[in-house]
Nanobody, 125 residues
């Protein structure tokens, strides 16, 4: 069972990135998926999540209107599309999987069962 986040990089303020969360050994469709980030010296923050049904979707206030979470079941991948990036979005981003109730996803990392290695996002001019 493995998760891998990818797609990070260096981008200028106002730019865009799309992060991918790919799974091996299990089907992401069977799990709620969360995206989290941690900046140096700060606590981990729940950025977004989607339930197994995709009916419950959460965005942190700091990213609402700029980030979009989505699934591609054929590719067993979950994406986080990020636009209008700001320097304060700079962090290591992680994806995680939670075998949660069908219409539930949590913004709290403690509720997640599997974690992938993070991908660095740096927003700077």
């Amino acid at each position: 069972v493995q998760l891998q986040a990818s797609g990070g990089g260096l981008v200028q303020p106002g730019g865009s990135l799309r992060l991918s969360c790919a799974a091996s050994g299990f089907t992401l469709r069977d799990y709620a998926i969360g995206w989290f980030r941690q900046a140096p010296g700060k606590e981990r923050e729940g950025v977004s999540c989607t339930s197994r049904s995709d009916r419950r979707i959460y965005y942190a206030d700091s990213v609402k209107g700029r980030f979009t979470i989505s699934r591609d079941n054929a590719k067993n991948t979950v994406y986080l599309q990020m636009i209008s990036l700001k320097p304060e979005d700079t962090a290591v981003y992680y994806c995680a999987a939670d075998f949660a109730s069908y219409n539930y996803c949590s913004r709290y990392g403690s509720e997640y069962d599997y974690w992938g290695r993070g991908t660095q996002v740096t927003v700077s001019s």
